[in-house]
């Protein structure tokens, strides 16, 4: 089993809309989660972080996370052309982040 | 904002040759880190250092690698004998002393090993 599983993709989604990336893990002993945002050739960089149950809003980005489930969620609103990239999703376990493969998202104008 | 550096952006080897890649992480982070993207696969977990020893490594980690904070400021990961599969992208991050877990990632540095 995968250590982190997210959807491939492409995500196409239609500029203004909503996009959905999903990602479930397999350790249980995570205790934050974070998302990056990956430009092709370009190094992760850091868009959300997660600790707790729950929802976390900043500004376009609301990332949900379920523990029982093993599960986090990233919702991108108004998405812009920008923000076609890829997504990844990283639980962390004490110092080490485990990175999923990503999702890769377009967004058409 | 500051911004972890790395240098060299590109380095071309020859196999068997020793390689020696560099980070400045940002000035107040405590935690150092390496990882490495191979063309086309995720991004994996090498090594995490702090207070001038490694943390954790991973399995790819093996004894051709090391990493070292020579002064104040870089921290470099050596490759003793380049292999022909050590062809990657190799990301260096920091993480501040409050939030040791929130990785902040540097350019890269592309090595391609012939």
């Known amino acids: 089993q995968k250590e982190v599983e997210q959807n491939s993709g492409p995500l196409s989604v239609p500029e203004g809309a909503i996009a959905s990336l999903n990602c479930t893990y397999s350790?249980?002993?995570?205790?934050?989660f974070f998302w990056y945002r990956q430009y092709s050739g370009k190094s992760p960089e850091l868009i959300m972080s997660?600790?707790?149950?729950g929802d976390k809003e900043d500004g376009r980005f609301t990332a949900q996370l379920n523990k029982a489930s093993q599960y986090v969620s990233l919702l991108i609103r108004d998405s812009q052309p920008s923000d076609s990239a890829t997504y990844l999703c990283?639980?962390?376990?004490?110092?080490?982040?485990?990175f999923g493969a990503g999702t890769t998202v377009t967004v058409r104008a | 904002e500051p911004e972890v550096t790395q240098t060299p952006s590109h380095q071309v080897t020859q196999m068997g040759q020793e390689v020696i890649l560099r980070c400045v992480p940002i000035?107040?982070?405590?935690?150092f880190y390496w990882y490495r993207q191979i063309l086309g696969q995720k991004v994996e977990f090498l090594v995490s250092f702090y207070n001038n020893e490694i943390s954790e490594k991973s399995e790819i980690f093996d004894d051709q690698f090391s990493v070292e904070r020579p002064d104040g400021s870089n921290f470099t990961l050596k490759i003793r004998s380049t292999k022909l599969e050590d062809s990657a992208m190799y990301f260096c991050?920091?993480?501040?002393?409050?939030?040791?877990?929130?990785?902040?990632f540097g350019p890269g540095t592309r090595l391609l090993v012939l």
């Open positions: 997660i600790y707790s149950n």
């Open positions: 990283a639980p962390a376990n004490d110092y080490k982040l485990s």
């Open positions: 000035s107040n982070h405590l935690y």
């Open positions: 991050a920091s993480s501040p002393p409050d939030r040791a877990q929130t990785q902040y």
């Open positions: 350790d249980r002993v995570s205790q934050s």
